[in-house]
C-alpha cells in the first residue's frame, strides 16, 4: 500500500520528522486505521525517495511513542492500542478548538491580578519625552561593560555549569555591602543581603514572607503602583496614609493598625519629597511599637544633587526592623535586573530558604560584572557622571519652570532623583495638557499613566504631572517646557 | 570649643566623610549635648588641618539631616530636634545588641519554608562522584559563548537600559518555541512561553497561579524534593500517588481529588521510568475530567540514547491542560539561570500578570545568547554532542553494574537523562554504602541526599541510590562502580 506523504526537501524539518509528523497525523485523523499495515522501511524509502535509515529513524520513533506495532517478521501495523479520544486529534490546536470543540472550561484561579502600567510600555515616544525613571542608554558604561564581561568569560565555564548560591554570588554581596556603607550610610554585613532580579523581585519575595490575605499594610497615599498591586495581589488590605510635603505622615500610621508599612523615604514617589531626619525616627518608634517591619525602597537615591544623601532609614534604624529595597536598575540599566535587599537579621534565614526555593538565585555573569563594576571604583565613577548629567537636566527643568510660569511654579522633588511632581497652574487640567503637548510631539505623564496608585480624589491626579528629566539633554528640557507653556496657553485662552 | 575628631589620611572614607560620622557619633552618643554651639567651620578646618570646604560640606550634610542647625550670624548648633531614642545610638547594632538590649522580638512569619537539599552543596566532592544532574563545566560552549556575547554587546547599550517584556525576549521566545516543535513534538507559540530565571522559578510562578491553602495537589510518590516543598510552602496538601514501572500510575488518581498534578513523564525523578503513550493519554483524560492542570516537569528530556524522544505531554495534549516547564539548566549549565513555561492559552494573561508584577522578566543578554545559540543551529550540534558523551557514560554504567553485580543487577531509567536509580544486592542498606563508597572516594547519593520527596516506607528509600553519570567519564564510571562493588563485598561480608 501507498501511504501519502509529501515530503519537501526544502522545509525546515528534516525529512525523518516529516515522515513522523505525517504519519503520526494520518493515523490520528484516522486515515490510518488501527492494525492497518504499513510499508517495510525499503518499500517506503523507495517511494518516497529517500535512505532506508530515514524511514526506519521516523518508524522507531512512531513504534517508541506505541503508534506503531512491529511484529517481528510479520511487518509494521498501526497500534490497537491508541485510546479513542486520540483518533480525532488534530495537530493544530487552535484549528481544532475553531471547528469541532468547546473551549476548554477556565479553572478556579486562585487570584485575579492587575499588571502595572508602568513595565514594557509598547508605546511610541514622543520626540521629547518626560517619562519618568528611564535610563538614557548613551550613559550605558558599554565600554566597562564589555570589558568585565570579557575578564570574566574564562572563569564561565566552571560558575555557569553549576548552581549558586541563592542568596547571590559572593563577590557582589560584599560589593554591595560596601557600597551601601559609604554612600547610604548603612551597616549591612554581605550575610544579610539577598540578591535579587531588581527591586520588584525583592518587593515580591518580601511580600511572600510577610504579607497574607486580609493582612493590613500601610503605603504612602499616593504611591507607586506597582508595589501597591504587588501587596494587593498576596490579599493585603492597603491602609493608605496621606503624604505632605515631608512624606508619609507617621502620626497616621497608629489608626491604621497596619503591621507592614511600604515608604519611599528619600524621594517619595511620585512626589519628590524627602523625609526628614525626625519624622523617620518616629517612623521607626511606630514600626518597634507596632511590631512591624518597614519596607523602604530607595529606588533613585544615588541621585541627590544639592547636598549628600540623606542616611538610608536602614542606615539609622537600632530596632532591626527595616527591610532596605535596593536595584541597579536606575543605575546601570533595568534590562540587567539584578537588585538586592538587606534583611533584618531575624528574617534572613526565612527569606534565604525562600529564595531557594523560588529561583535558585540570579544568572552569575551579571552578578559578577555588577561586583567587579563596584570593586574597581567604575561604579562610583559612573555615578558621579549620571549625577552630574541628571544635575544639569534638573536645573534645566527649574529653570525652564520658572521662566515659563513664573517664581510661583509649584513643583517639589527636585532635590533628588530623576522627576519632579508639577503641579498645574490654575484651571489647567492634567488630561488635557497631556493631549495638548502631544500634538506638539511632547511627552507628559499623568498620574494614571505612571501607575501611581492614589486612594481619594485628591487634586493631585487631576492638577499634576511627573516630569522625568533622566534622558533629556539640558537643550530638550528647556525646548520641551517651552512648548508645553505655548500649550498650557493655548488650553488657557 | 575643641571637638574630639580624629582624622585618619590613610582610611578608606574621606574627611569629609569621617567628620560627618564622628559629629554624628558625638551628638547620638550625648556627649555634644541638644543646642550645644559647634566651631564655625573655619575654626574647625584649622584645628583638623583640613580646607574649610570639607568642613562646611560635612557641616551642610549634618545640617541637612536634622542633627544640626545653623542660625544665619548666630553660629552653629546640635539641633534640638533630636529625637531622644537616638541619643544612644551606636552605629553597629551588633555590638548594641549584645549590651544592652534585648534582641527584636520576631514577628509572625507567614510561613514557615523548608529549604530544599539540592541546591548550592558545599560538599567536598569525592573524586569519582556519582551526583545526579550535574552539568560537567568541560562541555560548556566556552567560545560560542564568548563569540555570541561578543557580538550582542554592540546592542547592550540600548537593550540593559530599557525593561524587557516580562514574558521574555522576542527573540527567545520564538527560538524556543521551533525547538520545542522540532524536539518535543509541541505546538508551542511564541505568545504562550514565558521566559523564567530556570524551572523553579518557572513552577514557583504556576504555584502562585494555581494552588491555594489546602489545595489537594497530586505528586509521584517518589518525587522531585523542590517540587514538593514549593507546593507546600504554598499551602498544597500533597496527595502522593505511586510510580510503577511505567510512571506515575493514573487508575489511582481519581480517588485524590486532587485538582492539580505535578508529573516528570519523560524521565521520572528519581526511579527514571518514562510514561509510555497510552498511560499518557489516561493522564489527561482524568485532568481534563477532573478540570485539573498538569504540570510537566520536562527536566532532562533532551537525552535519550536507545531511541528519539517520546513526544511531550503537552505535544500530545488536546485538553490544552498541561502546563510545561523547561530550562536550560542541564543543557549549557544552571549558572545561567534560564528557563521557560509554556502555557494553556487559558493561563497566558493571568500568568503574564504575575509575572509583571513579580520580576519583569529575565536579563537581556543571557536571553538574546540562548536565542542565537538555538536559531544557529549550535544548540542542535551541542545538545548532540553531549547526547553522544553521555551516552558513552551511559554504557559504562550499564556495563560496570552487569559486570560487577551479574545480568540481574536492578536499576531503571537508563533510556535516558543523566542518572539512574539503582535497587542494591539484598541486604545491603543505602546508608551503609555511601559511607564505605566514601572511604574510598566514591560519592554515592541517597534519596535523602537528593533531597527526594517520599511518603510511606518504600524500600526504594532504603535499598537504592540515585546515580548520575553526566560529569563521569566511561572510564572514570568503569573505576567508580568497581570500588562500589569491592565496598559492597566488604559490607556483605
Redesign the interface.
Known amino acids: 500500500m501507498a501511504i501519502p506523504i509529501d515530503l519537501r526537501r526544502d522545509a ?2 528534516s525529512l525523518q ?1 516529516q515522515i513522523y ?1 505525517q504519519i503520526r497525523g494520518l493515523i490520528l485523523n484516522g486515515r490510518l486505521a488501527t492494525c492497518a499495515r504499513l510499508p517495510s522501511s525499503r518499500e517506503m524509502a523507495r517511494d518516497l525517495g529517500v535512505s532506508r535509515n530515514t524511514v526506519l ?1 521516523a518508524y ?2 512512531l513504534k ?4 506503531l506495532d512491529s511484529q517481528d517478521n510479520a511487518g509494521i501495523f498501526v497500534s490497537n ?3 479513542d ?2 483518533l480525532d ?1 488534530v ?3 487552535r484549528a ?1 478548538r475553531s471547528f469541532d470543540r468547546e ?5 478556579d ?8 502600567a508602568n ?2 510600555l509598547d508605546r511610541a515616544r514622543a520626540r521629547i519625552d518626560f517619562w519618568y525613571g ?7 558604561p ?1 565600554n566597562t ?2 570589558r568585565l ?2 575578564e570574566n ?2 572563569r ?11 542568596a547571590g554570588c559572593h563577590e557582589l554581596r560584599k560589593a554591595v555591602s560596601s557600597h551601601l556603607g ?1 554612600t547610604r550610610g548603612m ?1 549591612a554585613p554581605a550575610d544579610r543581603i539577598i540578591i535579587t ?2 527591586a ?2 525583592g518587593l ?1 519575595l518580601v511580600c ?5 490575605q486580609g493582612q493590613k499594610v500601610a503605603v504612602e497615599n499616593p504611591c507607586y503602583g ?1 508595589a501597591a ?2 501587596l494587593k ?1 498576596y490579599g493585603a488590605e492597603l491602609c493608605p496614609v496621606p503624604v505632605d510635603h515631608l512624606g508619609l505622615r507617621v502620626e497616621n500610621l497608629a489608626a491604621t493598625h497596619a ?1 507592614l508599612v511600604y515608604v519611599t523615604p528619600s524621594h517619595q514617589f511620585p512626589t519628590g519629597v524627602t523625609m ?3 519624622r523617620r ?2 517612623l521607626l ?1 511606630w514600626a ?1 511599637k507596632a ?3 518597614v519596607i523602604e525602597d530607595d529606588y533613585d537615591s544615588d541621585f541627590r544633587y544639592d ?2 544623601p ?2 538610608a532609614l536602614a542606615g ?6 527595616v527591610i532596605y529595597v535596593g536595584s541597579f ?1 536606575k543605575s ?7 537588585g538586592y535587599l538587606v534583611l ?1 537579621e ?2 534572613v534565614q ?1 527569606a ?3 529564595k ?11 552578578q559578577i560584572v555588577i561586583a567587579d563594576f563596584i570593586e574597581s571604583g567604575g561604579y562610583r565613577n559612573h555615578l558621579r557622571k549620571l549625577r552630574h548629567r541628571y544635575h544639569e537636566s534638573r536645573d534645566a527643568l527649574v529653570a525652564g519652570l520658572r521662566k515659563f510660569f513664573g517664581p510661583d511654579a509649584d513643583f517639589s522633588g527636585d532635590g533628588c532623583g530623576m522627576h519632579i511632581l508639577w503641579r498645574l497652574p490654575n484651571g489647567i487640567k492634567a488630561a488635557d495638557l497631556v493631549v495638548a503637548a502631544s500634538k506638539v510631539d511632547v511627552g507628559l505623564y499623568s498620574f494614571e499613566s505612571v501607575g501611581a496608585y492614589e486612594v481619594g480624589d485628591s487634586n493631585l491626579r487631576k492638577n499634576s504631572l511627573v516630569l522625568g528629566y533622566s534622558t533629556l539633554s539640558p537643550v530638550e528640557v528647556t525646548e520641551g517646557i517651552g512648548r508645553v507653556a505655548a500649550a498650557v496657553k493655548s488650553l488657557a485662552a
Do not use: K, M
Open positions: 525546515a524539518h520528522e509528523t529513524h522507531d520513533r517508541n511513542e506505541g503508534y492500542a491508541i485510546p479520544q486520540c486529534y495537530a493544530d490546536r481544532l473551549p476548554p472550561r477556565r479553572p484561579l486562585r487570584l485575579e491580578v492587575t499588571a502595572p513595565v514594557h528611564r535610563f538614557d542608554r548613551r550613559n550605558f558599554l561593560w564589555r564581561i570579557n568569560l574564562s564561565a565555564g566552571s560558575n555557569l555549569s553549576e548552581y549558586g548560591a541563592p559609604t551597616n532580579a531588581g520588584q523581585d515580591n511572600r514572607l510577610l504579607v497574607q506597582s498591586l504587588l495581589s503591621s526628614p531626619l525626625e525616627h518616629r518608634d518597634e511590631n512591624s517591619f547636598s549628600p540623606l542616611t539609622i534604624d537600632q530596632y532591626d526592623r536598575s546601570i540599566g533595568p534590562g540587567v535586573r539584578v533584618p531575624v528574617l526565612p534565604l530558604a525562600l531557594s526555593l523560588s529561583s535558585y538565585g540570579q544568572p552569575w555573569l551579571d
